[in-house]
């Protein structure tokens, strides 16, 4: 397969109908080569032997057993005993197989969202989006330089759906503007403040009526009692749905006291295509591969960003379209240092944002994208 077709076949896997039958596939394959944790921490004890990093953690010396637990590496020159992970990517982690699905995903130029993962994996939703976000961020972090367009973050604002702690109180997502320094001014403040038990909220649960609200305005405009009676919850339960809803842009009122979708995908398309337009370049080469991805990444899988961490979907988007880092990532992982959640809290989005450009132009695809919501 020639790299050109292979980019458009990666493409049209990431889209509908072809992604749900290629995520499926995935999900098989991985637990017929992974079974089980044992299986995972067998292989990677192979992967470490390989990257020569099956060394002791306190003298550096390479005559080491391994544990049965598969973890723990004794030294036969100090004799002391240290962690085969520690430092690395996989520091400190509990549910290994969860890590590999992750990376599995990953090198099969693949993503998904962290509510399937959840599910198909067994761990909780938080736990997910963390490992899901630790990759991202890795791969950004080995992103290197590219050939690429830049473009302001508020030019995404229509894209920012979710709220972080870069989000002004009584603020829409889509209504942030503030870039550059006064990102960092309220990162500084954040990190400052004597309030450390906080919690990103992108990292909750998923809202069940938020969801049943959605599922019943995609067949068309309701009101109030319509609503209520389709998903059999309470008044109360969908009043604060909807106001939550109006608040994120998700939903509008419209005449007759009823409720819509608002088709902010077509919304954000729009914008960006006349941008990009005007910013194509005069050769050959197209950024609008790497936009579809992004919007498939951030609306349809990942169901919405925040602005804090749309740059690492973007990422994730360009190097899709570059073919980058995927066949070697797992060796990439234990060669990595530790990320951890302090790394992904201090983490923000850039003021600029660079996309890829790539060759052939999917120009046309565009227009699939804009239905593949």
């Given amino acids: 397969m020639s790299e050109d077709k292979g980019c458009r076949t990666r493409m049209i896997d990431m889209f509908e109908p072809a992604y749900l039958e290629t995520r499926q596939l995935l999900l098989n394959e991985f637990i ?48 002391k005993k240290s962690s085969m992970t520690a430092g690395t990517f996989f520091h400190g982690i509990k549910k290994v197989r969860a890590w590999f699905f992750a990376i599995w995903i990953v090198e099969n ?24 976000k630790s990759t ?59 309030d450390s038990s906080w919690v990103d909220v992108t990292a909750s649960e998923v809202d069940s009526v938020r969801d049943a609200v959605i599922s019943a305005l995609k067949e068309g405009s309701r009101s109030l009692d319509e609503i209520r009676n389709t998903i059999k919850c309470s008044s109360s339960d969908v009043l604060a749905a909807i106001t939550d809803l109006e608040l994120d842009g998700e939903i ?6 009823r409720f819509q979708l608002c088709n902010k995908v077509k919304a954000g398309l729009t914008s960006l295509r006349d941008e990009v337009l005007r910013k194509e ?9 790497a936009i579809a991805l992004f919007c498939r990444l951030s609306f349809g899988i990942a169901r919405g960003v925040s602005r804090k961490y749309l740059s690492l979907y973007l990422g994730f988007a360009n190097s899709l379209v570059a073919k980058d880092v995927f066949s070697s990532f797992k060796t990439m992982c234990i060669e990595s240092s530790y990320i951890g959640s302090k790394r992904l809290r201090a983490y923000a989005s850039s003021a600029v ?16 994208v804009s239905h593949a919501f």
């Fill in 353 to 368: 944002l660079p996309i890829r450009l790539s060759q052939p132009s999917l120009f046309d695809f565009i227009d699939e």
């Fill in 32 to 79: 017929v080569k992974f079974p089980s944790d044992e299986s995972c921490w067998s292989s990677l004890v192979h992967e470490f032997a390989a990257c020569d990093k099956l060394r002791c953690r306190w003298c550096g010396a390479d005559k080491v057993e391994v544990q049965q637990d598969s973890r723990t590496l004794s030294c036969n020159d100090c004799k």
């Fill in 109 to 132: 130029e693949f993503y998904v969202s962290s509510k399937w993962f959840a599910q198909a994996i067994g761990i909780s939703q938080s736990s997910a989006l963390h490992i899901l």
């Fill in 281 to 289: 370049s005069s050769d050959s080469k197209s950024i609008f591969d």
């Fill in 136 to 194: 991202l961020y890795l791969i950004e972090e080995n992103s290197g330089i590219f050939e690429s367009v830049g473009f302001g973050l508020r030019e995404f604002r229509l894209f920012f759906r979710k709220r972080s702690f870069l989000t002004p109180a009584m603020v829409k997502p889509s209504c942030e503007l503030q870039e550059g320094a006064d990102e960092s001014s309220n990162h500084d403040n954040y990190n400052n403040s004597a």
């Fill in 252 to 257: 509008s009122a419209i005449a007759g006291n």
